[in-house]
């Protein structure tokens, strides 16, 4: 299933849900500028799970990097098509969590969740070398929070179906209901595999998702909509 819009309109401009978007395509556009450079910049500005479980984590100096890495690995991809992938999801369900919550409350949500899911990951996988980047766990929790809010809003999706592509509004309780699923079942499949190879973060998007429908419950206004 690939998402193209939802149903329910913005009333205001969702400014930090656009400054977001713009943070992340600048970033990697200096990704792109690094040439050789890039796998050091990747390593230092990344999640690395082992480097918080090793001897050298231990060093204090070293501390303040690492929780440094919690915000800063969330503005690093992996690739142009992870960059799209995420900012088109950012860019359907975000405004409408940013317009109930308000600015600054939904960049509370956005970048607490990112933490959140980075953690998860490293908790679960604690021995990968492997640098962890993305907004794919900020975003799992924008996810979270329009669930709560808006589970009976229509999400658009493309469908393929054999050789046909079909356009369906479905439910969004549905539409992220299956994605969840899809991310905790991949992630039991991935527990025990080989820690260094890559791939797609599973538990720090079934972190995320859980972190932004809690900090959604915490954050989120009295008004209605």
Avoid: K
Wanted: charge should be positive; aromatic fraction near 12%.
């Amino acid at each position: 299933m690939f998402p193209l819009r939802d149903t329910i309109p913005s009333r205001r401009v969702a400014w930090v849900t656009r400054g977001l978007l713009v943070a992340n395509v600048a970033a990697f556009a200096l990704e792109l500028r690094q040439g050789a450079r890039l796998e050091s910049v990747v390593h230092r500005f990344g999640v690395v799970p082992n480097s918080w479980m090793v001897s050298s984590a231990s060093d204090f100096f070293d501390w303040p990097r690492l929780f440094l890495t919690l915000l800063t690995s969330q503005f690093l991809h992996g690739g142009f098509l992870h960059l799209a992938a995420n900012m088109l999801y950012l860019w359907i369900f975000a405004d409408n969590v940013e317009d109930r919550l308000g600015h600054a409350r939904f960049l509370w949500l956005y970048l607490g969740s990112g933490v959140a899911a980075a953690v998860s990951q490293i908790l679960v996988v604690p021995g990968s070398a492997v640098p962890m980047v993305g907004a794919s766990g900020a975003i799992a929790g924008v996810l979270g929070a329009y669930l709560l809010m808006f589970p009976a809003a229509r999400i658009i999706t493309l469908v393929p179906l054999g050789p046909f592509l079909q356009t369906y509004e479905i439910p969004a309780a549905i539409f992220l209901g299956i994605w969840f699923l899809i991310q905790w079942v991949q992630g039991l499949t991935s527990i025990g595999q080989v820690a260094d190879v890559g791939g797609v973060a599973f538990w720090a998007h079934v972190g995320g998702f859980v972190s932004g429908m809690v900090l959604s419950a915490i954050l989120r206004t009295r008004r209605r909509w």
